[in-house]
Nanobody
Framework: VQLQASGGGLVQPGKSLTLSCTVS????????IGWFRQAPGKEREWVSS????????YYADSVKGRFTISRDAAIYRAYLLMNNLKPEDTAVYYC????????????????????WGQGTLVTVSS
């Protein structure tokens, strides 16, 4: 299974950006998808996840109300719509795929995800 994250870039505070994650390989529609990010000098942190079984979504408190995760099952793609971006959202964003039940149980746990994409850089700055 391969994941390709895209959509990062430079954006001003308060603006929006949408990241995409394309899944390919064996049974790409089976996996739940999560987004993580890692800011310079900081540990990787979980951002959001979506289950492939019932579409349930999960968000870290830091992004709740600003970010929206979604997926298009027909083309094996997940999205992360990021609104009202803040400088502290600056990070490399990674998408990851994992067993759908594992994500339901522990969406924020990186060990619930088996496959990882290469990351896309989001910079929020004026």
């Amino acid at each position: 299974v391969q994941l390709q994250a895209s959509g990062g870039g430079l954006v001003q505070p308060g603006k929006s950006l949408t990241l995409s994650c394309t899944v390919s390989g064996r049974t790409p529609g089976f996996y739940g998808i999560g987004w993580f990010r890692q800011a310079p000098g900081k540990e990787r942190e979980w951002v959001s996840s979506i289950s492939s079984s019932d579409g349930s979504t999960y968000y870290a408190d830091s992004v709740k109300g600003r970010f929206t995760i979604s997926r298009d099952a027909a083309i094996y793609r997940a999205y992360l719509l990021m609104n009202n971006l803040k400088p502290e959202d600056t990070a490399v964003y990674y998408c990851a795929a994992g067993d759908p039940m594992g994500i339901v149980i522990a969406a924020s746990n990186s060990q619930a995800y088996e496959y990882w994409g290469q990351g896309t850089l989001v910079t929020v700055s004026s």
